[in-house]
């Protein structure tokens, strides 16, 4: 990080045509949202009022395509916790 960048405010990228309106990356539509994009955590926090999880950004995916991604994520070095049911907000 440059030391410039620290005094700036964070610039949010809004979606610009081509990318998912939801997360401002260029994904394929089956494919989680950019959990780490800046714009989908701003808009996930207006929302809810909590930062996303990757299981917040693969909502939308199959149960297939869940597994695929948990797995990816994992040789990574990121564990997914276990999902979180509907309905539990607060915890
Ligand atoms: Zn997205």
Known sequence: ???SDGMDEIR???PVPGTCPVCATKHDERDP???DSLYYQNQF???NKRFPSWWD???HCTDMTKAVWAEKLKKRGIILEAPAKGGQDGQ
């Open 33 to 35: 949202h950019d959990r």
């Open 45 to 47: 926090f207006k929302a």
């Open 12 to 14: 949010i990228t809004a």
């Open 57 to 59: 950004a693969m909502g």
């Open 1 to 3: 990080m440059r030391p």
